[in-house]
């Protein structure tokens, strides 16, 4: 069972990346998927996260309206899509995989994570 983070980067405010994440191992299409985010003596923070029907979770208030979340079943892959990215969004970006049933906002609730990603944004 694995997850496979990758598309972060370096841009600059008011740019976009995509980020993306590739499950092996298990039944991706049954499960809660989400992104966190955490920056250096940061808890880590809630984005939003997405069902096996496509139905999403509201977002983080920080990110609302900027971030979209989707997921691909036939590639097993779930995506980040994040426009007019601001430096408050610099952080290490984590997927992760919930096999309890319903949407899911709390970390503990989550049982894979991948690697994570980095975003760093400059002004």
């Known amino acids: 069972v694995q997850l496979q983070a990758s598309g972060g980067g370096s841009v600059q405010a008011g740019g976009s990346l995509r980020l993306a994440c590739a499950a092996s191992?298990?039944?991706?299409?049954?499960?809660?998927m989400g992104w966190f985010r955490q920056t250096p003596g940061e808890e880590r923070e809630f984005v939003t996260a997405i069902n096996w029907a496509g139905v999403s979770t509201p977002y983080a208030d920080s990110v609302k309206g900027r971030f979209t979340i989707s997921r691909d079943h036939s590639k097993n892959t779930l995506y980040l899509q994040m426009n007019s990215l601001k430096p408050a969004d610099t952080a290490v970006y984590y997927c992760?995989?919930?096999?309890?049933?319903?949407?899911?906002?709390?970390?503990?609730?989550?049982?894979?994570w991948g690697q994570g990603t980095q975003v760093t944004v400059s002004s």
């Open positions: 191992g298990y039944t991706f299409s049954m499960s809660v």
């Open positions: 992760a995989a919930s096999r309890l049933g319903g949407l899911r906002s709390h970390s503990d609730d989550y049982d894979i």
